[in-house]
C-alpha cells in the first residue's frame, strides 16, 4: 500500500464547468497543502457539458500560475483515487447548509472506506457560496446575451468562449 502524505491533498470533483468558487477553493487549499491535486472525476453514468479532456484542458489553464497544482481525470471512487495518489486529505468545499448533511454523510462513508484518509472541509467565500456548475449552465443556456458577459462574475474569462459556443444553439434551431 502507498504511504499517505499529509502534505498532499486531493480537491476531487466534476468541474462541469470550473467556476470563480472552485478556483477560490484551489487557490486557498494550495496554500496549506504541499502539493494539490485537483481530480476531475469522469462518471459514465453522467452526461457533462464538457468532455473530459475539455475539463482537463480548461482546468490546467485555469491553475497553470498555481506552481504547487497538478490537474488529472480518474474513474471509480473518489477516495480510491486520492489513496493511489498517495494524498492522507480529500479537500471539500461547503457552500451552504445544505451541503454539510450530505458532505458530512460522504466523510464517514469514505472514514470507513479508507481510514488513513482525512475529510478536509473549507467554506467557500461569502461571494461564491451561492455558485455552482449547474447555476452556471442554466445562466449560460437561458442567459442568452450571446457574449457570455453576465458569466464574468462567476467562471473565470478563459472559460466563457468554449462554455457559449457548447450552449449555442444551431441555425434555426
Do not use: C
Request: hydrophobic residues 40%.
Amino acid at each position: 500500500m502507498t504511504k499517505l502524505s499529509a502534505r498532499i491533498a486531493v480537491y476531487a470533483g466534476s468541474f462541469d464547468p470550473i467556476t470563480l468558487g472552485h478556483l477560490d477553493m484551489i487557490r486557498r487549499g494550495s496554500g496549506l497543502f504541499e502539493h494539490l491535486i485537483v481530480g476531475i472525476g469522469i462518471n459514465p453514468d453522467k452526461k457533462p457539458l464538457f468532455s473530459p479532456q475539455e475539463r482537463l484542458d480548461l482546468m490546467r489553464e485555469v491553475v497553470k500560475d498555481i506552481s504547487n497544482v497538478s490537474v488529472e481525470t480518474f474513474e471509480g471512487l473518489t477516495v480510491e483515487y486520492v489513496a493511489r495518489k498517495g494524498a492522507a486529505v480529500m479537500l471539500r468545499g461547503i457552500r451552504t447548509v445544505s451541503d454539510i448533511e450530505a458532505e458530512f454523510t460522504m466523510a464517514l462513508t469514505n472514514r470507513t472506506l479508507a481510514p488513513g484518509i482525512e475529510t478536509v472541509f473549507l467554506m467557500a467565500s461569502e461571494k461564491y457560496s451561492h455558485v455552482s456548475s449547474t447555476l452556471i449552465r442554466q445562466i449560460a443556456l437561458m442567459g442568452r446575451d450571446g457574449s457570455g458577459e453576465s458569466l464574468k462574475q462567476f467562471v473565470p474569462p478563459t472559460v466563457i468562449p468554449p462554455l457559449m459556443q457548447k450552449v449555442r444553439l444551431p441555425a434555426g434551431g
